[in-house]
């Protein structure tokens, strides 16, 4: 086998197939389709302070070569979560990486240090992007000058990996990047969903309950692709790259633009078993090639 592994902070993972929050739940749900051991990790859906219900009404509409979600974050609250699942996935010999999120920058240092205390956790990734809650994240995430102060102030109560995921929804991606990275960020994850909308036709009114939400899949993936780029070089901390990823052929065009890793996420429910896949196909090309992950990556000729 080739050697995949890559480091993100203090976090090495196996191979740069990472799951994307929000589309793997906490990670067992998807132990029947594939070999969890055998990707770089997964990062779980955003966790919170406490237990949120997500958006009410319809959440999900499929769109051209993609779909829009509205879910709203919900999930079980940083109590549940330490004390009933970790239990259950600190097992895996793959790495964790807990995405979290609040409405302030006090509940987010508070909920970061909280985290911190578990060991089994690897990383946290700091969600700043979410497009379809009414505050939070979203607020900060346009924002260069609160996105170094808040990581600055998480980065105070926190030693391991941080990881800040930038929204797609601003000017230029590379001055909230450049800031993450001021305030002590381990790596950067983009891009997160698009906004959207969609329309009943024959009712007149929006799909979603929530009106707007988060464009994903292929679709994106063109926009995704130029923004890492863009960071990759205005930045030098690692970048995660996501969006529309899924095949091999976009896995392979997100190291070469200089991704260090990747998120896999609409795709998975499509392929749940689709990350595996795609681990073992970089494998197998790379062997093929006779060439390592660090001569692709960040290979683009400009």
Known sequence: MTDLRVHIGKTTLKNPILTASGTFGYGPEFEPYLNLNAIGGFCTKGISLEPRPGNPGIRIVETASGMLNSIGLENCGS?????????????????????????????????????????????????????????????????????????????????????????????????????????????????????????????????????????SGPAIKPVALRMVWQTAKAVKIPVIGMGGIASLGDVLDFLIVGARAVQVGSANFVDPGIAQTLAEGLDRYLAERQETIDQLIGSVQE
């Open 79 to 215: 109590r549940v979560f330490l004390d009933e699942t970790m239990p259950k996935i600190a097992r895996y010999d793959t790495a964790i990486i807990v995405n979290f999120y609040a409405y302030t920058e006090e509940d987010f240092v508070k909920l970061a240090a909280v985290l911190s205390e578990n060991d089994r956790i690897d990383a946290l990734e700091m969600n700043l992007s979410c497009p379809n809650v009414k505050q939070g994240g979203s607020a900060f995430g346009a924002d260069p000058k609160l996105i170094e102060s808040l990581t600055a102030a998480v980065r105070k109560v926190t030693a391991k990996t941080l990881i800040v995921k930038l929204s797609p929804n601003v000017a230029d991606i590379t001055l909230t990047a450049r800031a993450a990275e001021a305030g002590g960020a381990d790596a950067v994850s983009l891009i997160n969903t698009l906004v959207g909308t969609a329309i009943d036709r024959r009712t007149r009114r929006f799909v979603l309950g929530n009106k707007v939400g988060g464009l």
